[in-house]
Nanobody, 134 residues
Framework: EVQLVESGGGLVQAGGSLRLSCTASGGFIFDDYVIGWFRQPPGKERQGVRDGVAGITTSVNGTLYAASAKGRFTIHTDSAQTAVNLQMTYLTPEDTGVYYC??????????????????????WGQGTQVTVYT
């Protein structure tokens, strides 16, 4: 199992920007991995709902975004592939929630829609809170 850690959450005014980061312990490198970012909306903790936001397959740098994120958010790896970042811009209160990153090892993705499907992933981080206010 890979131990994932999210960081970068916080309190942001509507229209602002925030960058989340997902890393793994022990100097782990995300080569040939699939990484997804998910949002758990407020009040959905008991149900365990986690909505897909963006995903990336690091082997070929292929990406997929939820409709709500497309054009506003960007998922990318850093130059050393030690982190997977989610750059969020033009934030709205609807973006509020706990953001999780998830991962599995894989070089080939058969269906790109699975990149933002929570059922695709086994390893999850602890989450980082994002709150957008007006």
């Amino acid at each position: 199992e890979v131990q994932l850690v999210e960081s970068g959450g916080g309190l942001v005014q509507a229209g602002g920007s925030l960058r989340l980061s997902c890393t793994a312990s022990g100097g782990f490198i995300f080569d040939d991995y699939v990484i997804g970012w998910f949002r758990q909306p407020p009040g959905k903790e008991r149900q365990g709902v986690r909505d897909g936001v963006a995903g990336i397959t690091t082997s070929v740098n292929g990406t997929l975004y939820a409709a709500s994120a497309k054009g506003r958010f960007t998922i990318h790896t850093d130059s050393a592939q030690t982190a997977v970042n989610l750059q969020m811009t033009y934030l709205t209160p609807e973006d509020t929630g706990v953001y999780y990153c998830a991962a599995y090892e894989g070089r080939i993705v058969k269906q790109y829609c699975t990149l933002i499907a929570s059922s695709s992933y086994d390893d999850w981080g602890q989450g980082t809170q994002v709150t957008v206010y007006t």
